[in-house]
């Protein structure tokens, strides 16, 4: 087994596809947000299951796409421990695994380029893989000079923990800026320019005088990668800080399950579900909610067929009540269904599947509200 190897050409960052050949379960390294779209489309072509977005650091140069993963191909989302990466649902500890399907990834933590980052480790019958970030880059590594780098921890972490791998290990960076894809751990270690031979104080005197410029996008990408990407969300802010006023939030409020329910049992409102059909395919339909997607991809102002779908779902004088699964896309949807006239609530903190059903996901088993009983038969 290979993994699929992707290609962000304007942060020339690799985001890495690894998949189970019988399952379709799959895991993402290092997405991109510009890239989600491809992304998605790639994990269709495929029959692909996402169940993880993994990072190896809080990248300084691009923005990672693991929360619009989450919500739109339902992922989980997994980062080091040490990266004050504090929205991934599951921090990663040196030795962990993360499965997928039948197969499996083990974290590496090597530090040096940040103080938290991690490799991951995949071993396959075809062969051994590790995903090295910024750690171990083909003839290089990455720079140590900020997010609480050290070129001796650098140097650890490579001839330690890295160089310590069978030879033969395939090794795929998380950036080439010169149009190679992969390396072996055997080629690394004879003859990577910066480490191969080298002493810690001849390493740490090469990487000392780099002097390279601080990356474009740094003091934006950092802070957005430390929430999944999700920084330039109201929603995902305010349903982080529940109690934190919202001045302006742009709807007519937030409601809880059990009133949406209320309201939707008298006849007063109409739910509306903007996940994706592949979401509710997959996750679970929700009884009576009217299916329209929401979509949030980046650069992407306008959505057309929302607008005339919530027209026609919702008739005059009767309150329109948005779901989704976490709680951002619906607050975005609440914003524009008040653009277009309507009195628009938010779900609070969306719907999550059953958790009877998730043995049966992808069988449209029924969902439930957070603590209500509100189930399909
Ligand atoms: N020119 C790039 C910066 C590239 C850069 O600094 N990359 C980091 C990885 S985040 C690195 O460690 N580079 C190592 C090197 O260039 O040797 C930008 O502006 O984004
Ligand atoms: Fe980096």
């Known amino acids: 087994m290979k993994p699929l190897q992707l290609f962000d050409p304007a942060s020339s960052t690799y985001t890495y596809v690894l998949f189970d050949e019988a399952t379709r379960d799959a895991l993402i390294i290092d997405p991109v947000d510009e890239q989600v779209e491809r992304d998605l489309a790639v994990l269709k072509q495929h029959g692909l299951k996402l169940a993880w977005t993994v990072e190896t650091h809080a990248h300084a140069d691009h923005i990672t796409s693991a929360g619009l993963l989450a919500e739109h191909a339902g992922a989980k989302t997994a980062a080091p421990a040490g990266c004050g990466i504090s929205t991934a649902s599951v921090q990663l500890k040196h030795g962990e695994v993360l499965r997928f399907g039948g197969e499996a990834i083990t974290a590496l933590h090597t530090p040096g380029h940040t103080a938290g980052g991690m490799s991951y480790l995949w071993k396959t019958r075809g062969g051994d893989h590790v995903f090295t970030g910024d750690t171990l880059l083909i003839n290089g590594c990455g720079r140590t000079d900020f997010q609480s780098g050290s070129a001796a921890d650098l140097y650890r972490s490579l001839t330690e923990v890295l160089f310590a791998l069978p030879d033969a290990t395939t090794v795929w960076p998380a950036h080439d800026y010169q149009g190679r894809t992969h390396s072996t751990i055997g080629a690394e270690k004879a003859g990577n320019a910066r480490v191969a031979g080298k002493t810690l104080a001849e390493f740490v005197a090469t990487m000392d005088a780099l002097g390279l410029p601080k990356p474009k996008r740094m003091d934006e990408a950092v802070p957005a990668n430390q929430s999944s990407?999700?920084?330039?969300?109201a929603g995902a802010v305010a349903l982080a800080q529940p109690d934190a006023p919202r001045p302006a939030q742009g709807y007519a409020g937030d409601v809880s399950a059990q009133l949406a329910y209320r309201w939707w049992?008298?006849?007063?409102?109409?739910?509306?579900?903007?996940?994706?059909?592949?979401?509710?395919?997959?996750?679970?339909?929700?009884p009576g909610a009217v299916p329209l997607a929401w979509k949030q991809w980046p650069g992407m102002a306008m959505n057309p067929a929302f607008d005339a779908g919530l027209k026609e779902a919702v008739p005059p004088g009767k309150k329109v009540v948005l779901l989704c699964r976490s709680g951002v896309r619906s607050i975005a949807a609440a914003r524009r269904a008040t653009e277009l006239g309507l009195q628009a609530y938010n779900i609070l903190e969306g719907f999550e599947g059953d958790p009877d059903e998730q043995a049966h996901r992808g069988r449209k088993g029924g969902w439930r509200l957070r603590g209500l009983p509100w189930r399909q038969a």
């Open 265 to 286: 049992q008298a006849g007063e409102a109409v739910l509306v579900d903007v996940r994706t059909d592949a979401e509710r395919e997959w996750v679970g339909f929700v």
């Open 229 to 233: 990407g999700l920084r330039h969300d």
